[in-house]
């Protein structure tokens, strides 16, 4: 406990990092809580207060607080409702690139062989294709849905982790701690998951941190594109579609979500500079 306060005190020194985690930490709590402290119902209707601007009164008696679309549906409720996406979609396509990826550097690292030159040619291939194009090709194959969203950036994103790790592990691997492991007879599965795993984990957490923007911008562009979730749910990238046709008489539409994609994006890596300025050795001794 001691350890994480101190943690926590050190991540504080920075006012830029702090503000960024107050960002993190709203579009979480929007996205876990949103669905009960919208104020208008996300897919109801209603032509007759289409395009309404940002504090317009709603027919019921409310209070529209960043207006409405072109079918007279509430931004701020589709905008809430869209951060559980962005972050759904962010946070599980990371942990899948994370999982992919650890295991081929790490496995690569330790067997620089026969295997490590059979992954990193695996990891070479996948550098040489465009991502987006890799993207949107799988997506129109496959269909608009989010599982297949989280599949297809988290298969495709892994590389980073891969070579990161692998090039960690090269240097581990040579270290007395795990000379000795290997001397005493332990098995290859105990080395790699007991030593070498613990010890690439700060390179790891800052990678999936900075990672989570990354891929919050790539759903963001594949729902503009059409080729994200259904069109049925709200989703940012989506809602800046929507949008552009009506930006010239009703802004509010595409620039809100628009911003919105851009502070979360900043707030994320804010605190993935900071964590990687903790987590950095050679940061740490010049910061202490």
Known sequence: ?????????????????????????????????????VPFDPFAQNILGRLKPPFSEARNGGIHLLGTEALGRDVFSRLVIGAQVS??????????????GITMGILAGYEDKYLGRILMGITDVQLAIPFLVLALAV??????????????????????YARVVRAECLVLREREYVQAARALGA?????????????????????SSLLVAKMILFESSLSFLGLGVPPSTPTWGAMIAEGRNYIANAWWVAAIPGFAIFITVIGINLVGDRLRDMLDPRLKQVEN
């Open 1 to 37: 406990m001691q350890g994480f306060l101190a943690f926590l005190r050190r991540f504080a020194r920075s006012k830029l990092a702090l503000f960024g985690l107050v960002i993190v930490a709203i579009v979480v709590f929007a996205a876990v809580f949103g669905r009960w402290l």
């Open 87 to 100: 972050l759904l979609v962010g946070v599980a396509s990371v942990a899948l690139s994370s999982v992919v």
């Open 139 to 160: 997506v129109a194959v496959l269909g608009p849905s989010l599982f297949n969203l989280i599949m297809v950036l988290g298969l495709t994103n892994w590389v980073q």
């Open 187 to 207: 098995s290859t599965p105990r080395i790699l998951f007991r030593h070498l795993l613990p010890n690439v984990m700060s390179s790891v957490i800052v990678i």
